[in-house]
């Protein structure tokens, strides 16, 4: 049993196939103004001494809507061990917004929200810490073209449940 005469279904098949290619035409287009104004960065940390190991990755990327303002959203993994006391993964995002009052300098805030897992040896007798860790960081830097150097504070900071050793912390960016 045939479900279409010979070359009806070529002729129902064309106006969806010129529908769908104009659709990617105009997705295409699109996308060559949506690209060209993404920029990507983040950051690596690596820290060790005296059995203590600590390493980071932060992968990040923004939207510039123009020369000073831009939005954009990072992730965040951490690995912490102090052998013999301690063990910790950290993992996270942000929402990041940048404001360049004149080109050398830019004012940023960001929102992270961290998920802390600790684990401490058992013959510490501590309880593992299993929590959410929100920072709300407010900061102000130099920038050269794709790099700003500068500090910023946590307004959510808390001494206890902190990530961070102080709630005034400085920061490099760069964005390609």
């Given at each position: 049993?045939?479900?279409?005469?010979?070359?009806?279904?070529?002729?129902?098949?064309?106006?969806?196939?010129?529908?769908?290619?104009?659709?990617?035409?105009?997705?295409?287009?699109?996308?060559?103004?949506?690209w060209p104004h993404v920029r990507f960065g983040g950051g690596l940390g690596l820290s060790f001494g005296n059995e203590f190991f600590s390493g980071t990755v932060a992968p990040s990327a923004i939207y510039e809507f123009n020369e000073q303002f831009a939005l954009g959203l990072g992730a965040n993994f951490t690995y912490n061990k102090q052998k013999n006391l301690y063990e910790t993964i950290i993992v996270g995002g942000s929402v990041l917004g940048l404001y360049s009052v004149i080109p050398q300098l830019q004012f940023s805030a960001e929102f992270e929200q961290l998920n802390v897992s600790r684990t401490y040896e058992s013959d510490l007798r501590i309880p593992s810490d299993y929590y959410w860790y929100p920072a709300l960081f407010v900061g102000a830097g130099y920038r050269n073209g794709n790099f700003t150097i500068g500090i910023r504070y946590d307004l959510l900071y808390d001494e206890e449940k902190s990530i961070y050793a102080n709630a005034w912390m400085p920061f490099a960016r760069v964005y390609f």
């Open positions: 049993m045939k479900l279409f005469k010979q070359g009806t279904c070529t002729k129902c098949l064309i106006p969806f196939f010129m529908l769908f290619f104009v659709q990617v035409g105009m997705a295409q287009e699109q996308q060559s103004t949506f």
